[in-house]
């Protein structure tokens, strides 16, 4: 770990503990200070007024004039970002911000990947195997940092990096180029990069469908990147890249995910693409190409990555059980999912109320109005068909009256002209979520504490008087 010196006149705001500096006009300076994730607010007596912040910013701007290390990145109207050597500037103007502001950020240690104390498996991965890498986490977390260490340790090994920043903050050595989109269109940076191919390209930090597009592109050309990205959690990042780039080609795009908190590694995972039957499932039929994502720390599977029907999944197959147990939740998981997805698809086709129940992995019982089998099935049985291929269950078609019916004694009580009804149930089934079949409707209502149930909506009132109601036994489905 190396202190950061410079010689700027805006080495006298900060101290080797300071983080950031934040002013705005008449209002007292407030400085960061610590370390990410473990830092003060401190805030100063003195504040600057606008004709002092007029001048500060004249100063700033003077010096990036002076100096090889000095840029204007970006010089919007109402907004400006500098990068002067370490110093960050980002200023906001009126009526933009509702006064003159302007913060300045610093790190203030840079660290080696001694620092990071790694065991050799995963110094020897992020050093010679993992090609396609995304540093996640959210803002202050060291992930910049941890992306510079690992520059260090390219650069050692004598290859050729490059840099893609904006701003262009990361602090490297003379022999690594720095690129920044404030003066290149991402084509422009695509085709230099393409010609000159270096061997890693750092990409600090990957935000929009441009970026995400540029990060393909380069890594499939066989280009070593490492991606800094916001996330909050280490999957969330793969997530981000789903819909602009296609499934089948993320594990060669991203093989190694790494999630930085408190400038510590707390987790690594590692993708794979494979054809198998997703976790939960059972069918052999059901095998599709799946992305693997395991743990490098524990050697565990946590998410597996799969289409099921029109849509991607994202599934989480570890759960914490009690006393800290790690358990596969992949049944359970893929059941919820299926159940959410079929309803919402459902819902789009069916002019009518249904209930589900989902068979294992494989089969789906769907129970409808009789009236409604008809249009469910369509003709020669191509609505049926187009939902199996699309949902890749079987689907067996009930209709209500096959459904399970609960035993239970109730007592019914009318309010005036048929506005209310109160239901009461025995005590035992307080709290629990009743499933009513009222004629060819479905509604669900949970007793009191007393076991009753208070109906006020006119249309279910009325066709409770006119029709009655049963109970389905939703346990049985």
Same mark, same amino acid.
């Given at each position: 770990m190396e202190q950061i010196i410079w010689n700027s006149f805006l080495d006298q705001y900060f101290d080797e503990h300071t983080?950031?500096?934040?002013?705005?006009?008449?209002?007292p300076i407030l400085r960061?200070?610590?370390?990410?994730?473990?830092?003060?607010?401190?805030?100063?007596e003195h504040s600057l007024s606008k &004709?002092?912040?007029?001048?500060?910013?004249?100063?700033?701007?003077?010096?990036?004039?002076?100096?090889?290390?000095?840029?204007?990145? $970006?010089?919007?109207?109402?907004?400006?970002?500098?990068?002067l050597g370490p110093y960050r500037i980002v200023i906001v103007y009126p009526p933009l911000s509702d006064g003159l502001e302007m913060t300045i950020v610093k790190p203030i240690k840079k660290l080696v990947m001694d620092d990071y104390k790694l065991d050799k498996?995963?110094?020897?991965?992020?050093?010679?195997?993992?090609?396609?890498?995304l540093i996640s986490w959210s803002p202050g977390s060291g992930k910049t940092t941890f992306a510079q260490a690992l520059i260090d340790v390219y650069h050692q090994d004598n290859h050729i990096i490059k840099t893609l920043e904006s701003p262009r903050d990361l602090l490297v050595s003379e022999d690594i180029v720095q690129y920044s989109f404030t003066y290149?269109?991402?084509?422009?940076?695509? &085709?230099?990069?393409?010609?000159?191919?270096? &061997?890693?390209?750092?990409?600090?930090?990957?935000?929009?469908?441009?970026?995400?597009?540029?990060?393909?592109?380069?890594?499939?050309?066989?280009?070593?990147?490492?991606?800094?990205?916001?996330?909050?959690?280490?999957?969330?990042?793969?997530?981000?890249?789903?819909?602009?780039?296609?499934?089948g080609i993320i594990p060669q795009v991203i093989d190694t995910v790494i999630y930085i908190d408190k400038w510590a590694i707390q987790q690594i995972y590692t993708l794979q693409l494979t054809v198998k039957v997703p976790e939960g499932m059972e069918s052999e039929d059901l095998a599709r190409p799946v992305i693997v994502i395991t743990s490098f720390l524990t050697k565990q599977v946590e998410y597996e990555i799969y289409t099921f029907g029109e849509?991607?999944?994202?599934?989480?197959?570890?759960?914490?059980?009690?006393?800290?147990?790690?358990?596969?939740?992949?049944?359970?998981? *893929?059941?919820?999912?299926?159940?959410?997805?079929?309803?919402?698809?459902?819902?789009?086709?069916?002019?009518?109320?249904?209930?589900?129940? *989902?068979?294992?992995?494989?089969?789906l019982d769907i129970y409808v109005p009789e009236w409604a089998k008809g249009r469910v099935i369509g003709k020669a049985g191509a609505n049926i068909n187009d939902l199996e291929k699309s949902m890749k269950l079987k689907i067996n078609l009930k209709s209500f009256d096959d459904l399970p019916l609960m035993d239970v004694q109730t007592e019914v009580y009318n309010g005036?002209?048929?506005? $209310?009804?109160? *239901?009461?149930?025995?005590?035992?089934?307080?709290?629990?979520?009743?499933?009513?079949?009222?004629?060819?409707?479905?509604?669900?209502?949970?007793?009191?504490?007393?076991?009753?149930?208070?109906?006020?909506?006119?249309?279910?009132?009325?066709?409770?008087?006119?029709?009655?109601?049963?109970?389905?036994?939703?346990?049985?489905?």
């Open positions: 983080m950031s500096f934040h002013a705005k006009e008449g209002r960061k200070k610590g370390t990410p994730g473990n830092w003060q607010p401190i805030l100063d &004709d002092e912040m007029d001048i500060f910013i004249d100063k700033i701007y003077q010096e990036i004039e002076q100096r090889d290390d000095g840029f204007v990145e $970006i010089d919007r109207k109402l907004s400006k970002v500098l990068q498996e995963v110094f020897e991965l992020l050093r010679n195997q993992a090609k396609g890498i290149g269109t991402h084509d422009e940076v695509r &085709d230099i990069l393409l010609l000159s191919r270096p &061997d890693y390209t750092i990409y600090d930090e990957v935000r929009n469908t441009s970026d995400f597009e540029l990060y393909k592109d380069l890594r499939l050309t066989g280009i070593g990147l490492v991606g800094v990205i916001h996330a909050t959690r280490a999957v969330d990042s793969i997530q981000r890249f789903l819909g602009t780039i296609e499934m849509q991607i999944v994202v599934m989480p197959l570890l759960e914490i059980g009690d006393e800290g147990h790690v358990a596969s939740k992949g049944k359970s998981a *893929i059941s919820e999912y299926a159940r959410h997805t079929i309803t919402q698809k459902l819902q789009q086709l069916l002019p009518c109320d249904f209930l589900l129940k *989902i068979k294992g992995s494989s089969n005036k002209k048929n506005t $209310i009804t109160d *239901i009461q149930f025995p005590i035992e089934f307080a709290n629990q979520n009743m499933c009513f079949l009222i004629w060819d409707d479905i509604a669900y209502f949970t007793p009191d504490e007393r076991g009753m149930v208070n109906i006020k909506q006119k249309e279910i009132v009325k066709s409770i008087n006119r029709q009655g109601f049963v109970i389905v036994d939703t346990h049985k489905l």
